[in-house]
């Protein structure tokens, strides 16, 4: 069974910065693209952004273009968000997705209504002074 487990959330004041991790268990990511949702209180999910295998391409929503980048670590079998300059709005549980397929992920952090091969439990963010 695909399982990702994301962890790094927590409390951080407006301008600071977070890490999340994503680390699959059960598979290895080496042949997976993973990407980064997030599901403010009360709002629908909105993709962020996504990172090929191989080539390790990557994708960004404007949102958080500039802000936030994705990296992967295929030994540890981990992606990282390295989320800068948070602001109120970043606020929301996090989640990862993998998917065997960049395009299929990236079209879902576009906002294609799409089946993922796995997905994580989430971790909350909270930006606020």
């Known amino acids: 069974q695909l399982r990702l487990v994301e962890s790094g959330g927590g409390l951080v004041q407006p301008g600071g910065s977070l890490r999340l991790s994503c680390t699959a268990s059960?598979?290895?990511?080496?042949?997976?693209?993973v990407g980064w949702f997030r599901q403010a209180p009360g709002k629908d999910r909105e993709g962020l952004s996504c990172i090929n295998h191989g080539d390790e391409a990557t994708y960004y929503t404007d949102a958080v273009k500039g802000r936030f980048t994705i990296s992967r670590d295929n030994a540890e079998n981990r992606v990282y968000l390295q989320m800068n300059n948070l602001k109120p709005e970043d606020t929301g549980t996090y989640y990862c997705?993998?998917?065997?397929?960049?395009?299929?992920?990236?079209?879902?952090?576009?906002?294609?209504?799409?089946?993922?091969?796995?997905w994580g439990q989430g971790t909350p963010v909270t930006v606020s002074s």
């Open positions: 997705a993998a998917d065997r397929f960049f395009t299929v992920l990236k079209d879902a952090i576009r906002g294609t209504p799409t089946n993922l091969d796995a």
């Open positions: 059960g598979f290895t990511m080496n042949y997976h693209a």
